[in-house]
């Protein structure tokens, strides 16, 4: 079965430091990759999203880049802040019919100490 | 803000209620999909409504039900509550059915949290 990981359930770094988060997948082939942020009680919302033929794509502090033979992408927050801490998930979504089904690891809680 | 609106933001059920939940999309988004998220868990898909007809649904039970109304907004039935249903619903609303070229942006609502005693 289709199964989606992230690296760790917490990272602790420190203020100005890059935090680098990961997801990995299997048994699945998806047609994009995408980074949520959630904080404590609200809902998802929307940072990245990668397509299977790009290989990096960025957003101000934000990269994410997107290997398919590995099966894995790499998120990096540069230069980061205490506003940064905050759960963030990795989701993937396939072609046609699935198109919509996301697909979500457990996520990652990053705390960024000041 | 997403403009995706949810109620009741908190509710209590006992085992075995039914309850309805809603979910008010952003505004020209013609699809709603619904997700289930346990604590500590990353959210589950449920189902997706496009266009008022059902479309996809992942590995729920017949149990968990839906309606799209013709203005877009939505509901999630649950009937026969267990104490595993005890979770955060989350409606999130797009244009069209999945992630487009160019890029179809999804949007989600802040959910209702749902406990089952």
């Known amino acids: 079965s289709q199964k989606i990981e992230q690296n760790s359930e917490a990272l602790n770094i420190q203020e100005g430091k890059t935090a680098t988060l990961t997801c990995n997948y299997t048994?699945?082939?998806?047609?994009?990759l995408q980074w949520y942020r959630q904080d404590p009680g609200r809902g998802p919302v929307f940072l990245l999203l990668?397509?299977?033929?790009?290989k990096e794509k960025r957003k101000e502090r934000l990269k994410v880049t997107f290997d398919t033979t590995l099966k894995q992408s790499l998120f990096h927050i540069t230069a980061s802040q205490p506003a940064d801490s905050a759960t963030y998930l990795c989701a993937l979504e396939g072609y046609g019919g699935s198109q919509g089904n996301l697909i979500f690891g457990k996520g990652t809680k990053l705390s960024v100490k000041p | 803000e997403t403009g995706v609106t949810q109620s009741p933001t908190h509710l209590i059920k006992t085992r075995g209620q039914q309850v309805t939940l809603r979910c008010s999309s952003q505004s020209g988004h013609n699809t709603v999909s619904w997700y289930q998220q346990a604590l500590g868990q990353g959210p589950q898909f449920i189902f997706q409504y496009y266009r008022e007809e059902e479309n996809g649904r992942g590995n729920f039970p017949p149990r968990f039900s839906g309606l799209q109304f013709p203005n877009y907004s939505s509901e999630l039935n649950v009937n026969a509550l267990e104490l595993d249903d005890s979770a955060l619903y989350l409606c999130?609303?797009?244009?069209?059915?999945?992630?487009?070229?160019?890029?179809?942006?999804?949007?989600f609502g802040e959910g209702s949290w749902l406990t089952v005693v």
């Open positions: 048994n699945y082939s998806p047609a994009y």
């Open positions: 990668i397509r299977e033929n790009e």
């Open positions: 999130a609303s797009s244009l069209g059915t999945g992630m487009t070229l160019s890029g179809n942006t999804i949007y």
